[in-house]
């Protein structure tokens, strides 16, 4: 059996949920083995961990940080705008935006897709739009949960970058890809 320790330690942050009327912290599955399927070991970072001593003493055991989906919006004061979101998880955005600052700071690698996107973005000093699937130009590419996971998160459409663009150098100069 292959050491689990040489395996890369990746801190996942948790999503607020409610179970049986109890306030819970969770991962969805897909997230964990993805990382497991990589070859990392996934370690969930609840929103405690925000706490600055904590933060300071979980940094140096992480090899990474995965900033994974979530049903949650970012809350809008973070990025200068007013107004409530509903669907907030105040606990996940303060853990998030210090995990990016102190990634950021200390080189750390971060994967972000969907809200970890978002946090990312407001964390380095972006803004976001509040509604994007009201704006015209929006592709959509939400899953359909009528359908089964594979096809939910299966290619949605390509993806083209920029001449010069980090991300170009990331994929071995392959301009589209999806």
């Known amino acids: 059996m292959e050491n689990i320790m040489n395996n890369p330690v990746i801190g996942v942050v948790m999503c607020r ?3 049986k009327g109890h306030a819970t912290q969770t991962l969805q599955e897909k997230y964990l083995n993805a990382i497991i399927h990589a070859g990392g070991l996934p370690i969930a970072l609840p929103h405690a961990l925000a706490e600055p001593s904590l933060l300071e003493q979980l940094l140096p055991k992480l090899d990474g940080i995965y900033l994974p989906g979530s049903p949650s919006n970012v809350q809008p004061h973070l990025y200068g705008e007013n107004g409530d979101e509903p669907d907030a998880d105040p ?3 303060l853990l ?3 995990l990016i600052n102190a990634a950021l700071e200390r080189h750390i690698p971060i994967f972000a897709i969907c809200r970890g ?3 990312l973005v407001v ?5 976001l739009h509040r ?3 009201e704006q015209p ?3 959509e590419h939400r899953e359909d949960p009528e359908l089964p996971v594979e096809q939910q998160y299966a290619p949605s459409h390509e993806v083209q970058v920029e001449e010069g ?3 170009l150098r990331c994929y071995l100069n392959v301009a589209t890809f999806g």
């Open 17 to 19: 949920n409610r179970l």
């Open 91 to 93: 606990g996940r955005d």
């Open 96 to 98: 998030s935006m210090a």
């Open 117 to 119: 996107l978002q946090e």
């Open 123 to 127: 964390a380095t000093g972006g803004s």
């Open 131 to 133: 509604k994007l699937c």
């Open 137 to 139: 130009e929006l592709l």
């Open 165 to 167: 663009d980090y991300c």
